[in-house]
């Protein structure tokens, strides 16, 4: 018995497994990089309205 378990086929790999983790790990680098984006937008947006309501303030008034 020993020597059929010497010569024995090595078990296949996981590969459905291999392909979840990937995919999961993968939809969450997509996840992070969205939110990323969108919270570099809404940073623009806001920069944008604070440099609106600088530019209606008369120059002699700003400090």
């Given amino acids: 018995m020993q020597e ?3 010569y024995a086929v090595p078990a296949a790999r996981n590969v459905e497994g291999i392909q979840k983790s990937y995919k999961s790990d993968a939809q969450r680098m997509r996840a992070k990089n969205a939110q990323a ?3 570099a937008k809404h940073r623009a947006e806001r920069d944008q309205k604070q440099r609106d309501a600088i530019a209606q303030i008369p120059a002699e008034h700003r400090i």
Avoid: I, N, T
Wanted: hydrophobic fraction near 35%; aromatic fraction near 0%; charge should be neutral.
């Fill in 4 to 6: 059929q378990e010497q």
């Fill in 37 to 39: 984006r969108l919270a």
